[in-house]
């Protein structure tokens, strides 16, 4: 992930914060804009989400399944820790 900033984060509309450029894990780099409105990605239609982490399943199905991995990791490793009362 990389903020972007003057002619590279292209043209900048009322309501933008910054430009990022994220590059996934199958290499192919997104450009993301941050928002008033939340996060959308340059180029997709109907990107728009309140989440960067819901915008990259949307666009990219190889992040979506990393994610998906990711999530199930870390929910077993707290249904194998003890409980704590």
């Not at 804009?33 to 939340?38: M, R």
């Not at 109907?46 to 666009?59: A, E, G, K, T, Y």
Request: a positive charge; one cysteine or more; glycine letters at 8%.
């Amino acid at each position: 992930m990389k903020k972007v900033d003057g002619e590279e984060a292209g043209e900048k509309r009322d309501g933008d914060y910054f430009g990022l450029k994220v590059k996934i894990c199958n290499g192919k780099v997104i450009h993301v804009i941050a928002s008033v409105k939340g996060f959308f990605a340059v180029g997709k239609q109907l990107s728009h989400c309140h989440s960067i982490v819901d915008l990259l399943q949307n666009v990219s199905n190889a992040f979506a399944k990393v994610i998906i991995t990711l999530m199930l990791c870390i929910l077993q490793i707290f249904l194998l820790l003890p409980q704590r009362n």
